[in-house]
């Protein structure tokens, strides 16, 4: 009875190391396909959530009886009518050199950084088709990127729809 105890437990953890090896190859193969790096762009929580906070950021561009404006509304204001602050700024200047500020503090793009690029544009319209309402934010090398993440949030203007898109690569 002993021997045939011992000669279960040894087929038992044959089982038990041939599923694990099937486990860990079949681990290994899902890994290599799904994290490939490709040409297009991925989308990120992250960078959401980020795209998120900087167009809820409070600008230094205050508007008699309105306040201080956000860069959602700010971009509104600048894509939908144009103008100036109260401090005589255009609220396009205003909203561009706000936007460097947050990015350039955020994103270190150096050798030796992890970020090889960035890039952020405010777009009236929907699409890769629509028009810059400020100049494309660009720090780095953008020819070629095999790590690129994507994030596009929508800012409602009286004119449509305008979208902050970031696009970030990462070495």
């Not at 992250?46 to 950021?57: G, N, P």
């Not at 230094?60 to 700010?74: A, D, Q, W, Y």
Request: with cysteine; net charge neutral.
């Amino acid at each position: 009875m002993n021997k045939k105890a011992q000669e279960e437990m040894v087929g038992f953890a044959l089982i038990i190391v041939l599923v694990a090896v099937i486990g860990l190859v079949l681990l290994g193969i899902i890994l290599r396909t799904s994290g490939g790096r490709s040409q297009e762009a991925r989308q990120s929580s992250e960078l959401d959530s980020f795209t998120k906070s900087v167009a809820s950021y409070t600008t230094e561009c205050e508007i008699s009886g309105r306040g201080f404006r956000t860069v959602s509304e700010l971009t509104g204001d600048c894509a939908d009518k144009g103008g100036n602050c109260d401090n005589e700024f255009a609220f396009c200047e205003v909203l561009s050199s706000t936007l460097k500020g947050i990015l350039n503090t955020t994103y270190n793009v150096a050798n030796s950084s992890n970020i090889k690029y960035y890039k952020a544009q405010i777009v009236k319209g929907s699409g890769n088709s629509g028009q810059d309402i400020i100049q494309p934010i660009i720090n780095g090398n953008t020819e070629t990127c095999n790590n690129k993440f994507l994030s596009d949030y929508f800012v409602s203007i009286s004119s449509g729809l305008a979208s902050l898109r970031l696009e970030v690569c990462y070495r």
